[in-house]
């Protein structure tokens, strides 16, 4: 159960407590060859050009994206997947900062901030798609539209210039507590700065069925800009996956744990896949697919029902296997259970070494905070739990448990573990430090819960009854 996949290192370099006023946590996403953050290494008598390279030149697509040739931030984007797009340009692309909050990581989108560039990719932080991208700093990267730039050294962001790009749109609103004005575009919106006004629009709630600030001085420059989908940026949502994002992968809409009264006994996953229509690629959508595994299925009949996984682990040894009651458990095992890891599902199914059976089923939440945090997706599981009344026999349905609940919540419902917990510090063989903290393993009803210190579940590990796999090498 103990097993690090060094896949993408990502947001272990350095950790750095955020203020009160950040409200969770923050590091930075240093690249391997630069892990101390440019800024310690500033000279005074260099400008900042040459210190961290040309501006970025990106392209704004209201309602879709920004980026450019190389590269893009779509709306909709899998976390991973813009987290590998600034791995992979980290020489451009430096200083990068994970915000979230540490107690309710549920509450607050989870953001990654490009402080030397100054934008925010915001990510809803239950389906941990891209939902906002906010330009704050305007002064620190070029912007185009349909190829023209409206924003970059020789072309100030006025609010004349905006006009002449974007065209018409609706009336703008003026925010007084912010003293920011909006003007708003389909999935696209400018905020201007008021303070330095000798006089603040005026304000007539009443007029035009509440629109103000018909008119606004000339000059006024932009302070930020906000791209998202829909009309209104307080009510919009992250959309779903662009087909662009597959990439040729299979993702999981939801997984649902299949059991009887007794425990789990298989995964109901829904697929979704970016299919295309017979020889048309111009046809390609989305395809929904469901798909179900059960303890004992084959080597083979996983291949055939979720296709190859992304990575093979080949487990060294086991190291809850100290807590079993079994007299061998001191007997070395000449072979090695293995996993399947399927990182864009967000689960991993353990293969007994000798019948090539599945054993073991571990689904991961991705919560930020958790030393796994980035190498796999979110699975999105549900798993209904039962309650015995009335005697041994009686089962009584106790509700569902989601990604998204509490461990004191699970209790209320199945009742507290008989025994103390396992605890779980996770790190690599390279380096031992886990900024996260150790985690705690609880064992119910042929589960193991592992709980993070903010009392959410990092992963959920289902295990088969010993009858069906014994009998299952006979079928």
């Not at 990510?123 to 906002?132: E, G, I, S, T, Y």
């Not at 709630?205 to 906000?226: C, D, E, W």
């Not at 209104?232 to 809409?253: I, R, W, Y």
């Not at 448990?401 to 209790?411: E, F, H, N, P, V």
């Amino acid at each position: 159960m103990n097993v690090v996949f060094v896949v993408i290192v990502v947001c272990r370099l350095a950790y750095v407590e955020a203020g009160a006023e950040a409200q969770g946590c923050q590091y930075y996403l240093n690249s391997i060859i630069n892990p101390v953050p440019a800024q310690s290494h500033r000279t005074p008598n260099l400008p900042p050009l040459f210190l961290y390279g040309p501006m970025l030149d990106l392209e704004v697509v209201p309602e879709r994206s920004l980026g450019n040739e190389q590269w893009e931030f779509a709306l909709g984007m899998p976390l991973a997947q813009a987290i590998a797009i600034l791995q992979k340009h980290c020489r451009i692309i430096r200083n990068v900062q994970v915000l979230y909050s540490e107690q309710t990581p549920l509450c607050h989108d989870l953001i990654l901030n490009l402080t030397q560039d100054g934008i925010k990719l915001l990510f809803d932080a239950c389906n941990q798609r891209l939902k906002v991208i906010e330009v704050y700093d305007l002064s620190k990267v070029k912007l185009k539209y349909c190829g023209v730039h409206f924003n970059s050294q020789a072309i100030a962001p006025t609010i004349e210039q905006i006009d002449q790009s974007f065209g018409a749109t609706h009336p703008g609103v003026y925010n007084a507590a912010e003293q920011l004005f909006h003007l708003n575009f389909r999935g696209l919106s400018f905020s201007f700065q008021l303070d330095s006004w000798n006089e603040a629009p005026k304000y007539e709630p009443n007029f035009a069925h509440g629109l103000a600030s018909l008119q606004i001085p000339h000059g006024a420059t932009v302070k930020r800009m906000y791209i998202y989908t829909g009309n209104s940026l307080q009510d919009t949502k992250a959309p779903a996956m662009p087909l662009a994002c597959f990439l040729g992968n299979v993702f999981a809409e939801c997984v649902e744990v299949l059991r009887d009264g007794t425990g789990p006994l298989g995964l109901r996953l829904r697929l979704l896949t970016a299919g295309c229509g017979p020889g048309v690629m111009a046809d390609a959508k989305v395809r929904v697919l469901e798909r179900c595994i059960y303890f004992g299925d084959s080597c083979q009949d996983v291949l055939s029902t979720l296709g190859s996984p992304h990575k093979v682990f080949y487990k060294s040894e086991d190291k809850m296997k100290i807590h079993s009651p079994s007299p061998h458990k001191q007997v070395p095992s000449k072979c090695n259970d293995y996993f399947f890891n399927y990182f864009t599902l967000g689960v991993d199914i353990l293969f007994d070494a000798t019948t090539h059976l599945v054993k073991k089923f571990v689904l991961h939440t991705n919560f930020p905070g958790h030393y796994n945090f980035n190498i796999y997706h979110r699975c999105d599981f549900k798993i209904p739990l039962t309650n015995k009344k009335g005697g041994a026999d009686s089962q009584t349905e106790a509700g569902t448990l989601t990604t998204y609940s509490k461990w004191d919540l699970i209790q209320e419902h199945i009742g507290h573990p008989m025994e103390k917990p396992v605890v779980l510090h996770r790190s690599s063989s390279a380096n031992n430090s886990n900024p996260f903290g150790s985690t705690f393993c609880f064992g119910l009803q042929r589960m193991i819960f592992e709980v993070m210190q903010n009392n959410h579940i990092a992963s959920v590990t289902l295990y088969g009854s010993h009858s069906r796999a014994a009998e299952a090498p006979a079928q």
